[in-house]
Structure formats: C-alpha cells, structure tokens
C-alpha cells in the first residue's frame, strides 16, 4: 500500500489525486527508459511547485514591466549565473517555457524567415526544431539536412562540410535526439566558420554527460547553445538559451540592427514569443543547477553513460544490431531493419513487460515514422533510481526474452513484469519524499 503524497489535493480533487497515485504506482513497478525522461529532484519539485508559481514579471531583472519584483529579480539572476558558471557561458536566458521555445528564440535572434538552416531531419536522430517540414522550423526556414551514414550509423564530417560548402546555410544545428555517439563540436565549428553559418548547439539530451565531463563542452566552440532542464539535469520541465554576447556575424548579417547577440536572444524571448516568465519554473532550474554542479552529479554523469554501455555491450553479445554499433552517451538505438517485425512492436511488447521505451526512426529506416525499424532506450533515469551495471544486464536478459517471444508474449511478459516489479521495489523512485 502507498502513503498519500498528495494529502491536500486528494481532499480537494479525489479523483485527480487518484491518477497520480496511479502514475506513481505505474513508475514504480516499471523501468522508465525513454532516454529524455528522468526523475526531477524533491528539491525541484518543491520550488516548482511554490508560492512563484502566482508571480508576473514581464521583462528581465530590473527591468520589469510589473511592481514587487525584487525578490524574483535576485531568483532569475540566480539561476543565470548558475547556468553560465555550470556551462562557462558569456551569457544565459532561463525564461524559455521548453526546448521547442528555447529554439524558436534562437532562430528569430539569428536568421529571418526563408533563410537555410542545416539540421538532421526527426528521421535521421534529430529534432522537429532542427528544420524538420511540419515543424515551424521547417516551415518557416528552409532545412538543408544531413544526418549519420545509413551503412555506419556514424556522422560523416567531411559530407557534412560539403553540404555546407555546397548549401552556405545561415544557422548549422548540432544535436540530437537520437544519436548514440559523442558530437565533434570543434569539427562543426570549422564547417560553421568556413561557411560564415552560426553555430548552434541543442544539448538538451546530452546537457548532464557535458556536465559530467564525459562529452565536449559545445559552449566555446557554438554562438548558441539550447537545452532543457528536465531531461539528464533532473531539473523542472523548462529550457534555457546560452550564447556569446557579441555577433562574430553581426556586420554581414545584421548591420542595421544595434543589438548584439546576447540582446537579441533575450528580445527574442520576451517579447518576442513570450510573455510573463514561469519563476516558479525558474527557481527550480536554478535549484538544479547547484545540484549539477556537484561531485555527486557527476558521478552520476558518469554512471548514466556506463549503464548505457553495459546495455549495449550485453545486446551485441545477444546478436543485436545497434545504430551506430553501440553508444557513447545515455541511450541505445536497436535497428530492426533486418528483422521482420517493427519498432512499434517491439516497443508495445516491451511495455507489456514493464520496459516503457519508445519506438524510433534509425538511420536509412524504409518503415514508416508510425512503426519504424527502431527502438530507442535510455539510461538517466534508471541511474536516478540507483540502478547499475549489473542491473543492465537484467534488463538485456529481459529486452532478448521478449524480443524473441513476439508471437506468444503473454506468459514471458506477465512473468517479466513481476521480476521488474520486484526490482523496482529496491530502488524506490527518487524524489517522491524529500530524498534525491
Ligand atoms: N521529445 C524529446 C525526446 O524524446 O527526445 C525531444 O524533445
């Protein structure tokens, strides 16, 4: 039986508080493994869920366009110098409302509409903000796209230089959504420089390995660098912008325009596409900044890519093929290309067994973005749980067993579940009672 975490709310609203414990139940019997879900900390839910959640204040500190501002002023500050000290940037936003957000501003301080922008395609492991067609990105910016090497699964750095050469973008992206292996920044940033394309770093997958020290820091190499909060960072649902302050392109592409790049960030936010900032929001990415900031966090940082390289290391042995053969960061893709069931399968069945994943595109995948060849699987937030390696093992014995029980699932899922339910109940989920 579960103790009631939501005393008030189940007087107030019983049958909300009701799907809560649900959820809660639902986590905790399960293992969460969609690579962008994590468990954010008590301490970011407790600041989430504060008196600043009923605070406006348009504008920036001390500049506002509302009264009663002076402790929401020294909150936002907070978390601009936790961020900029976390990632040693020149300058930070934190009002974005999420990535997508985060990543409409950086377009509107960077590129007006019509102009190309090179990104990797949702299908190739992108983002639908990286010029994707039903995205604004790819509605209102042309996406010149590259993307990892069907054969390989590996980013082909001379091909993408080409395409740049050939393309001449205004805004070359990097990052990723599903991209197992670490991004060469300095690379991208002599293709950028060659072509005179602002570089722009989208690190919301990977921002906690950055932190860790596990993959390159973006931010000395990028004009912009993106991210949310609530993916490897444990943070509050939310995203934040890092740039330099001065436009190196300013003179070619802006010479009318007295703002520098920093200015043209933050105008881009507000007013641009927002309006008041959620400071209940931004108190707690604040909160999560100190958090990262750590040597327990990255340890952390650290357990999450070994978790994930056991994972790997322990399906290959199994026979299974992996976009890219394996994994330098927080996630796996299975490719199902040669086999004759889809993502979508696999994916559904796993859920059955108590692995909740989701089905994914892989590079040169000729199924359908509704069924896909993929399967995409992630290790933050088991790591959050205090999982390990020999977890990982567990769990590879349990993704092979079902894997090869497609057809009759019924008894090796139901007995699947149990064996993860009865995991799970030794690493309760962080964060649900004023523990990490
Ligand atoms: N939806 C996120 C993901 O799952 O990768 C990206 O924003």
Same mark, same amino acid.
Request: aromatic share 8%.
């Given at each position: 039986?579960?103790?009631?975490?939501?005393?008030?709310?189940?007087?107030?609203d019983?049958?909300l508080?009701?799907?809560?414990?649900?959820?809660?139940?639902?986590?905790?019997?399960?293992?969460?493994?969609?690579?962008?879900?994590?468990?954010?900390?008590?301490?970011?839910l407790?600041?989430?869920?504060?008196?600043?959640?009923?605070?406006?204040?348009?504008?920036?500190?001390?500049?506002?366009?509302?009264?009663?501002? @002076?402790?929401?002023?020294?909150?936002?500050?907070?978390?601009?110098?936790?961020?900029?000290?976390?990632?040693?940037?020149?300058?930070?936003?934190?009002?974005?409302?999420?990535?997508?957000?985060?990543?409409?501003?950086?377009?509107?301080?960077?590129?007006?509409?019509?102009?190309?922008?090179?990104?990797?395609?949702?299908?190739?492991?992108?983002?639908?903000?990286?010029?994707?067609?039903?995205?604004?990105?790819?509605?209102?910016?042309?996406? =010149?796209?590259?993307?990892? %090497?069907?054969?390989?699964?590996?980013?082909?750095?001379?091909?993408?230089r080409?395409?740049?050469?050939?393309?001449?973008?205004?805004?070359i992206? =990097?990052?990723?959504?599903?991209?197992?292996?670490i991004?060469?920044?300095?690379?991208?940033?002599?293709?950028?420089?060659e072509v005179e394309?602002y570089l722009?770093? %989208?690190?919301?997958?990977?921002n906690?390995?950055? =932190?860790?020290?596990?993959?390159?820091?973006p931010v000395?190499?990028? %004009?912009?660098?993106?991210?949310?909060?609530?993916?490897?960072?444990?943070?509050?649902?939310?995203?934040?912008?890092?740039?330099?302050?001065?436009?190196?392109?300013?003179?070619?592409?802006?010479? @009318?325009?007295?703002?520098?790049?920093?200015?043209?960030?933050?105008?881009?936010?507000?007013?641009?596409l927002?309006?008041?900032?959620?400071?209940?929001?931004?108190?707690?990415?604040?909160v999560?900044?100190?958090e990262?900031?750590?040597?327990?966090f990255?340890?952390?940082?650290?357990?999450?890519?070994?978790?994930?390289?056991?994972?790997? @290391?322990?399906?290959?042995?199994?026979?299974?093929?992996?976009?890219?053969?394996?994994?330098? /960061?927080?996630?796996?893709v299975?490719?199902?290309?040669?086999?004759?069931?889809?993502?979508?399968?696999?994916?559904?069945?796993?859920?059955?067994?108590?692995?909740?994943? /989701?089905? /994914?595109?892989?590079?040169?995948?000729?199924r359908?973005?509704?069924?896909?060849?993929?399967?995409?699987?992630?290790?933050?937030a088991?790591?959050?749980?205090?999982?390990?390696?020999?977890?990982?093992?567990?769990?590879?014995?349990?993704i092979?067993?079902?894997?090869?029980?497609?057809? %009759?699932?019924?008894?090796?899922?139901?007995?699947?579940?149990? @064996?993860?339910?009865?995991?799970?109940?030794?690493?309760?989920i962080?964060g649900?009672?004023?523990?990490?």
């Open positions: 039986m579960f103790a009631d975490r939501y005393p008030h709310l189940s007087k107030v019983p049958e508080a009701a799907m809560l414990h649900k959820q809660i139940r639902m986590e905790s019997a399960t293992l969460k493994m969609i690579p962008s879900e994590n468990f954010a900390q008590f301490a970011v407790e600041a989430t869920g504060s008196i600043l959640t009923n605070k406006y204040c348009e504008g920036y500190p001390r500049a506002r366009y509302y009264e009663g501002n @002076e402790i929401v002023d020294e909150i936002e500050l907070l978390a601009i110098e936790r961020a900029k000290s976390l990632f040693g940037a020149e300058h930070a936003n934190v009002q974005p409302y999420s990535g997508s957000p985060a990543n409409q501003a950086a377009y509107r301080a960077l590129a007006e509409h019509g102009c190309k922008v090179m990104g990797m395609p949702v299908p190739a492991g992108g983002h639908l903000t990286h010029g994707w067609r039903v995205n604004f990105s790819g509605m209102d910016y042309v996406q =010149v796209p590259y993307g990892p %090497d069907p054969a390989t699964g590996m980013l082909n750095y001379d091909q993408i080409e395409i740049a050469r050939r393309e001449r973008p205004r805004i992206w =990097v990052g990723a959504t599903s991209y197992p292996r991004l060469d920044y300095q690379r991208f940033a002599e293709i950028a420089a394309a722009v770093a %989208d690190i919301a997958h990977i906690g390995l950055i =932190v860790a020290g596990v993959h390159p820091n000395p190499y990028c %004009d912009v660098v993106t991210s949310t909060s609530h993916k490897m960072l444990r943070g509050p649902r939310a995203g934040f912008i890092l740039s330099k302050i001065e436009d190196r392109y300013h003179h070619k592409y802006f010479p @009318e325009n007295k703002l520098n790049l920093a200015k043209r960030i933050d105008r881009s936010v507000f007013p641009g927002q309006g008041g900032p959620h400071m209940n929001v931004i108190a707690a990415m604040a999560a900044f100190k990262a900031a750590t040597e327990e990255r340890a952390y940082g650290q357990q999450v890519q070994r978790n994930a390289r056991r994972l790997a @290391e322990r399906l290959l042995e199994r026979g299974y093929r992996l976009v890219s053969g394996g994994t330098d /960061n927080h996630l796996i299975l490719d199902f290309r040669d086999r004759p069931f889809t993502g979508k399968d696999v994916a559904e069945a796993l859920a059955r067994a108590g692995i909740i994943c /989701n089905f /994914n595109m892989v590079p040169g995948d000729t359908k973005p509704s069924v896909t060849s993929g399967v995409r699987l992630g290790t933050p088991l790591t959050s749980m205090g999982m390990r390696e020999a977890e990982m093992d567990l769990i590879a014995q349990w092979d067993e079902v894997c090869r029980h497609l057809d %009759d699932l019924d008894e090796t899922a139901g007995r699947i579940r149990g @064996e993860i339910a009865d995991l799970c109940a030794q690493f309760p962080p649900l009672r004023g523990d990490r």
